[in-house]
């Protein structure tokens, strides 16, 4: 059974603490710069929703929203709606790293972490993966499908290994350690989300993508 999650909704529709994420999507959907958070307790959702997001949101809202590239289902049914798009950006190899998540229908940001120093874009691209895979087991919804555009990526969740050459220093050692803890919880997690090759070609690109080609 899925933990139990409390969602805080700090800019929304309606403000406030709900306790499924289906109430907090309802309240963030098409709500311009909408800000909110999972918890893992009721005690935890009081005290952030009695604080200032910025306190909790960290690097989750580091950098501002990228624009959404939109998703033309008429043209493209074969594109499983409800579902998820990753991405990653980096600045240099290695360099800063950031990943974002985004429901392709509704085009709303999900989730975003970074810049983190010392990565590859490769490693932002694995971390997206497995952030979507943890997100939606955490939220019960094992049906919904994650797309992501990187071949390699998505080879190094099927090997449960991240498979990069950058070796773990005092300046990487942010994203390293979230390197870390994504193979730990992939060795203990099976996923039963289906992971999906976006086809850029024909499609455009990702949802995702951070708009810096």
Known sequence: MA????YVVWNGHHTGIFDS?????????????ARYKSFDSQEE??????GHPDEYLGIFRAMASQHTPVVNHAANPEIIRNSIAVDAACSGNPGPVEYRGVDIDSGIELFKVGPLPGGSNNLGEFLAIVHALAMLEQQGRPNVAVYSDSRTAQAWVRNRKAKTTITPNTHNSRIMTLVARAEAWLQTHHSPNPIKKWDTERWGEIPADFGRK
């Open 3 to 6: 933990r139990r999650k409390f």
């Open 21 to 33: 994420w289906e109430e907090c999507r309802l309240q963030i959907t098409n709500f311009p710069n």
């Open 45 to 50: 959702a009081i005290r952030a929703y009695r």
